[in-house]
């Protein structure tokens, strides 16, 4: 997962450029070097502290604002009726120690899985989770860009501050695959940093920060739909912007 913190002083170096040349350029460096980029995502988060403050970068007071905006968000669209997505089963990328699925999807559905490629953090969701944790269906320790979720298993797969730690063809690819992974009316979610302008690295947990416009162009690429997307409201000011994209 994605470390939620400031990206002003980062950004404010960032000279600007067209959005396609940033992307092209800043992407381009990161396929030359894909193995030091995933490795040393997976290093930066082996040091982090398996606790809500270091899940969320030093924000953990921003925990119930996310949890209660990504709940809004969600209930749009889950229920009974022509058309509403499932509870049976959910998938949480990039899980962490399962902040996600203890305040949001386990209160939500019968069954959660859990995805995360720190074996740490996983192992502390098993008592982080109390007694909802025993209706977790699989704890699975692995990067994202080697996950191929179970086909029509689930009804909603949330990935939340992740996707940065994720090239564009990596990203394209699993998105492909959690499409194919959806129950019938299934739906996929992505609720994750918006850069002002272009593509912005961050050296410290190896992730990249998309602009919206790149972000749509890579769901568009991957075959998927918008059903609906919003901004998350009342986060810091000092910190990017974060969209949530229902997709089908």
Not at 57 to 80: M, R, V
Not at 143 to 149: A, C, E, R, T
Request: overall charge negative; aromatic content about 8%.
């Amino acid at each position: 997962m994605v470390d939620f913190k400031s990206k002003c002083t980062t950004l404010s170096l960032i000279p600007r450029m067209s959005n396609t040349d940033s992307q092209n350029n800043r992407m381009g460096d990161i396929a030359e070097d894909e193995t030091s980029f995933y490795t040393n995502a997976e290093d930066y988060w082996k040091e982090v502290p398996p606790t809500v403050d270091g899940m969320l970068g030093g924000y953990g007071s921003i925990s119930s604002i996310d949890i209660n905006g990504s709940k809004a968000f969600l209930q749009k669209f889950i229920g009974d009726g022509e058309g509403k997505t499932g509870t049976s089963c959910a998938l949480d990328c990039g899980a962490g120690i399962g902040r996600i699925s203890k305040r949001l999807l386990l209160p939500l559905f019968n069954t959660v899985d859990l995805v995360d490629v720190t074996q740490e953090f996983l192992d502390k969701a098993k008592t982080y989770l109390g007694e909802e944790g025993k209706r977790v269906g699989n704890y699975i320790c692995g990067g994202l860009q080697d996950f191929v979720p179970e086909s029509g298993r689930y009804d909603v797969i949330w990935i939340q501050w992740v996707i940065g730690h994720l090239t564009d063809d990596h990203l394209v690819h699993f998105l492909r695959h959690c499409q194919k992974a959806l129950r019938p009316n299934g739906l996929i979610v992505i609720k994750d940093n918006v850069s002002y302008e272009g593509v912005v690295p961050d050296e410290v947990d190896s992730s990249v920060c998309r602009d919206l416009e790149i972000l749509h162009g890579l769901v568009a690429r991957a075959g998927l739909r918008i059903a609906y997307e919003e901004q998350q409201m009342n986060f810091p000011k000092e910190i990017y912007h974060v969209y949530m994209l229902a997709l089908r």
